[in-house]
């Protein structure tokens, strides 16, 4: 298995363009997770999806942030307009049917650089 | 809301001494706690799962505790190799809400040859 895949690994943006980054989890996962890392605030949960619906995203810092889930095998985040404060790494994880017994399988997360 | 404080200092030790992490937490005591370790420039990787009624579990060189008593739990690598440098993150639902996990800060190891 390829494990979750991102896209892009690294991305720079100039402010006030659109971002979109891309997830696609491992095939059979039903929950995916898309969490920011940053050094001030660590990993943080902005949205998660269970059966491709959106469950929580009390996580999403404000209405330029929005995901979607078309389909059990991509997600995307998109940023619109974009701010140097979003600049982070952003991490897509899934997990099957039985978490939290198997924990979550992150994919190697998008470098996002806003200037 | 749940908090969870790691040291955020790095722990330092020798190659083959025994390597302990802490994770405490506030607040309501979970259904479970996780591991996971993070290497630079990847996604955090799962190690580990302890519920509330396990005391302790153990996979290879590696040792979770729980306790629910003292809202902690400690993670242990014996004979850590330098191979074990990394950092690791304590990560737990929050209170009624098992779907989903909020994480440490992590701490960082260093093991020296």
């Known amino acids: 298995d390829a494990g979750v895949i991102q896209s892009p690994r690294h991305e720079v943006t100039e402010m006030g363009q659109e971002v979109t980054l891309r997830c696609k989890p491992i095939s059979g996962h039903n929950s995916l997770f898309w969490y920011r890392q940053t050094m001030m605030r660590g990993l943080e949960l902005l949205i998660y999806?269970?059966?491709?619906?959106?469950?929580?995203d009390s996580g999403m810092p404000e209405d330029r942030f929005s995901a979607k889930m078309p389909n059990a095998s991509f997600s995307t985040l998109k940023i619109q307009p974009s701010e140097p404060r979003d600049s982070a790494v952003y991490f897509c994880?899934?997990?099957?049917?039985?978490?939290?017994?198997?924990?979550?399988?992150f994919g190697s997360g998008t470098r996002l650089t806003v200037v | 809301s749940q908090k969870i404080e790691q040291n955020s200092e790095a722990l330092n030790i020798q190659e083959g001494k025994t390597a302990t992490l802490t994770c405490n937490y506030t607040n309501y005591s979970p259904a479970y706690l996780q591991w996971y370790r993070q290497d630079p420039g990847r996604g955090p990787v799962f190690l580990l799962l302890?519920?509330?009624?396990?005391k302790e579990k153990r996979k290879e060189r590696l040792k979770v505790t729980f306790d629910t008593t003292l809202k902690q739990s400690l993670f242990h690598i014996t004979a850590s190799q330098p191979a074990d440098s990394a950092t690791y993150l304590c990560a737990l639902p929050p209170w009624g809400n098992t779907g989903k996990l909020i994480f440490g800060q992590g701490t960082t190891l260093q093991v020296k040859p």
């Open positions: 302890i519920r509330e009624n396990e």
């Open positions: 999806f269970n059966n491709n619906v959106p469950i929580d």
């Open positions: 994880a899934s997990s099957p049917p039985g978490q939290p017994y198997y924990g979550y399988t």
